[in-house]
């Protein structure tokens, strides 16, 4: 007899290698201390690690009220999509001698047989196809004369779930629950040490929950909210929201933010100007601060100052890491007293600073009801609403951010070109977007028009050169602003020209009203009677090569003579009479400072024209753009580029975007005989005529 009871003994310890069991190395730290300190690391949290959200852990000190939340669950949940386990009732079936045995073995032998039981409710999660609800405990801390507890399973545990909710219970409310529980003897512990206990399992937890890619949060008893309805609410919410369900429904916000801020969808504007504020535009970032001590001015090392690590110290802005914040911000800390978290919000409101560039824009646009402004924030959005309201712009501005302290949405970099391609799709709006860091790109590369606002000193983003340059490699056309007039600029000129803020060509080129999406730059004069006239000879397939060329002087002659004039004043010369007298004649203003540049092969008949009208001006032939020199600009006030045809745009961009690294100001102008009119609603040359007040392309029929 005694034998077999030493084999039944050997077979608790070594749990059998067959396939089912060996994905158990793999959570079983055999060589982990009997006995560790539930602390938070001083490192950043890693990247968290998407998740199928399946498996949600209860846990809580013994006497918190998990068995009793898992059968109120049971209720409330049902069993058709849910399984429920307490995972201390699944080692009796699994353990031979059961859970005396298992009591008595080894913790690195129990940690082995946990491993078996995880392994179990995985297999029959996935079998079934439904979710699970798993009790289970953390750490064992009965002794009170022990500096410290014991923690019960490895750390891979923890990969089994999806979400740990902690059950938050005072300690007094569970030393009364221990005292008057007649069915389990427990040893008698102070409400002190219970509450000791208690956070040490919440930082253990959090720190380890963290780590593993693992959502944490608390469950606490609300003044209005049963912890039972908290725990129904969270895990329903959490079972169907993924990150697309995340995306609609802050698509849905928006549409509703718009439609009840211009509810005549006539009146509704056409032009967006979308801007993703953070600590870059924001001196005092709202998140970073709301861990801030308010009379030492100190950060405090606590788990929640640790989890807004995750999210404001470190790049990793997924959906996952603003989730978990969000979770964060549902905690008791923050509803315990209304009152004090209010005037936590409004004393980081009041220290929040919007740079003044940034609020001489918008309060540039905000008289006009053909812009509309909406700012995005990966944040809380009623903290900066506060401070959008102080600076006069509340009612004018609107926040899309994350609804922190519910269990609500968040808003992501995905989300935020989603935001700008709803404003596109469903109101047919013309969309300027303004970004500061890598985040911002793929927001950037949704809109019409993206400039990238650059900063100093330490809120710089250090990296963004790289992403943006790749970015504008593969097809992104942006500008830059910087902030203040001194900081560096990014990249060449050339890749990312410059724009002013404040500029009024800035302002002019946002609130103006297009026909079209490249407006009142692009002249187009087929329906004028001369215009008839020379479309009709240009199609006249019989003229001569020589009268081909005449016609198109006469077309270079009338589009310069005709269109120009109305953008560039005329100024008057004396003008010298055949008997000795004078007389006033007109000409372009500071015609002498006008080069033309004729781009050849090919367009030099169309050049010539435009030279009879002005023949002051300088002449050049540029079979490329590096022909044109910078001595032929300098000085200069308008230069006038000729093409014949311009199909794609491709290559007269490459002339306009080399003139203006060479001359930032310069007054430019396209002429050609015929334009793809696909070509002005969209790409480079389309944004450019949009934004840029000294560009304008004058046509003489559209294609």
Request: with cysteine; charged share 25%.
């Amino acid at each position: 007899m005694a034998s077999t009871n030493e084999n039944t003994a050997d077979e608790a310890r070594r749990p059998s290698q067959d396939s089912e069991d060996s994905a158990t190395s793999e959570i079983v730290v055999a060589q982990a201390p009997a006995k560790q300190k539930a602390s938070l690391s001083t490192e950043s949290p890693p990247y968290r690690k998407s998740k199928p959200n399946n498996i949600f852990g209860l846990y809580g000190l013994p006497g918190s009220g998990k068995t009793h939340l898992s059968e109120a669950l049971k209720s409330r949940l049902g069993h058709i999509n849910f399984l429920f386990y307490e995972l201390w009732e699944i080692l009796p079936e699994i353990v031979p001698g059961g859970l005396p045995r298992f009591q008595s073995l080894s913790r690195d032998h129990q940690t082995q047989w946990r491993g078996r039981a995880i392994n179990k409710i995985r297999k029959d999660c996935k079998e079934a196809g439904k979710a699970a609800i798993v009790t289970d405990l953390y750490m064992a801390w009965e002794d009170s004369d022990d500096n410290s507890g014991e923690i019960l399973h490895a750390a891979k545990g923890l990969d089994l779930y999806s979400y740990i909710l902690y059950l938050d219970v005072p300690g007094e409310l569970i030393w009364c629950r221990r005292s008057n529980d007649p069915e389990r003897q427990r040893p008698v512990l102070s409400a002190a040490h219970l509450d000791k206990w208690a956070r040490a399992e919440k930082n253990g937890l959090r720190k380890l929950c963290y780590e593993h890619g693992v959502y944490f949060t608390t469950l606490w008893q609300r003044p209005q909210q049963s912890m039972e309805e908290d725990a129904e609410h969270l895990i329903r919410d959490s079972f169907h929201l993924t990150e697309e369900e995340n995306s609609m429904r802050i698509e849905k916000k928006l549409v509703s933010t718009v439609e009840s801020a211009w509810p005549d969808k006539f009146d509704r504007p056409k032009t967006f100007l979308v801007m993703h504020i953070d600590k870059t535009l924001a001196a005092g970032y709202a998140g970073g601060m709301f861990w801030w001590d308010k009379e030492g001015g100190h950060q405090q090392h606590t788990p929640a100052a640790e989890a807004t690590r995750l999210l404001y110290l470190t790049w990793e802005y997924t959906y996952q890491s603003l989730r978990q914040v969000a979770l964060l911000y549902a905690e008791k800390p923050f509803h315990e007293n209304p009152l004090k978290t209010e005037e936590l919000r409004s004393s980081i409101a009041a220290r929040v600073r919007i740079k003044p560039q940034v609020l001489n824009l918008l309060h540039g646009v905000k008289t006009y009801s053909s812009v509309g402004t909406i700012v995005t924030t990966f944040d809380q959005g009623h903290i900066l609403k506060t401070v959008l309201e102080r600076e006069g712009l509340g009612s004018t501005v609107k926040v899309i951010g994350a609804d922190f302290g519910t269990f609500g949405s968040v808003v992501t970099p995905e989300v935020q070109a989603r935001l700008v391609k709803k404003l596109q799709q469903r109101y047919s709006a013309y969309v300027w977007a303004f970004g500061v860091n890598p985040l911002d790109l793929t927001m950037l590369k949704a809109v019409n028009e993206a400039i990238v606002l650059v900063t100093d000193g330490k809120v710089r983003s250090q990296s963004m050169d790289e992403p943006l340059a790749e970015a504008i490699e593969e097809g992104l056309f942006a500008h830059q602003a910087v902030i203040p007039t001194s900081a560096v600029p990014r990249l060449e000129m050339a890749t990312l020209p410059l724009v002013d803020l404040e500029s009024s060509d800035l302002h002019d080129a946002i609130i103006c009203r297009r026909n079209g999406p490249s407006g009142s730059r692009v002249i187009e004069r087929s329906s004028s009677p001369a215009g008839k006239l020379l479309v009709s000879r240009i199609r006249e397939r019989s003229i001569a090569r020589s009268e081909s060329d005449d016609v198109y002087r006469r077309v270079g002659w009338y589009l310069a003579a005709d269109a120009l004039p109305n953008h560039i004043s005329l100024e008057t010369y004396l003008l010298p009479q055949a008997q000795g007298e004078e007389t006033h004649g007109c000409r372009l203003l500071d015609e002498q400072k006008t080069t033309i540049v004729a781009r050849m092969p090919g367009d030099e008949a169309l050049a010539l024209g435009v030279l009879e009208a002005f023949p002051l001006a300088k002449f050049v032939k540029a079979t490329r753009p590096a022909d044109v020199q910078l001595h032929h600009l300098r000085d200069q006030k308008t230069v006038i580029l000729v093409d014949k045809a311009v199909k794609s745009g491709r290559s007269m961009m490459g002339f306009v975007e080399h003139v203006r690294t060479l001359h930032p100001t310069i007054f430019i102008v396209i002429i050609t005989s015929v334009v793809q009119e696909e070509i002005l609603s969209k790409g480079k040359l389309a944004r450019a005529l949009t934004w840029d007040v000294n560009f304008f392309l004058f046509t003489l029929r559209l294609r």
